[in-house]
């Protein structure tokens, strides 16, 4: 006795169901794999546009922390304002009559390009006699 027996012949009904996929299941399958590929391709446009306004902001906060020192040691700033930078000056009420005495200048420094980009530079200044 033949411990090996031949297996029963399959109806094309039955070897189609359990040898492949229907084409439902093929379209259902292309489906979400576009629609998972759509969702990773924005969020690697996203990504590359929030890298790119670090890297901005981070040059520009460098390009600032250059202008505050300068204005601070009452070296000249003119030669690093570009057309991309404001700068405004206005001398604070000290309360103070004294002639020969101090006071605090406020200097407003704006990127034009970028208005959330800005700071303030407050420098003790002594009055003209």
Not at 29 to 48: D, E, K, M
């Given at each position: 006795m033949s411990i090996l027996r031949p297996l029963p012949a399959r109806s094309r009904s039955t070897c189609r169901r359990a040898c492949g996929?229907?084409?439902?299941?093929?379209?259902?399958?292309?489906?979400?794999?576009?629609?998972?590929?759509?969702?990773?391709?924005?969020?690697?446009?996203?990504?590359?546009?929030?890298?790119?306004?670090?890297?901005?902001?981070?040059?520009?906060l460098r390009q600032a922390e250059t202008i505050a020192a300068r204005l601070k040691a009452g070296a000249p700033v003119d030669d690093l304002l570009d057309e991309d930078w404001t700068l405004t000056r206005t001398r604070l009420p000290s309360g103070n009559s004294n002639r020969g005495a101090t006071y605090l200048e406020d200097i407003h420094v704006i990127r034009d390009t970028n208005p959330k980009i800005e700071f303030h530079v407050y420098v003790v200044r002594k009055a003209a006699p």
């Open positions: 996929f229907a084409l439902i299941e093929v379209l259902i399958a292309a489906a979400i794999a576009a629609a998972v590929l759509v969702a990773c391709a924005n969020a690697l446009s996203s990504s590359v546009r929030s890298a790119k306004a670090v890297t901005e902001a981070h040059a520009a």
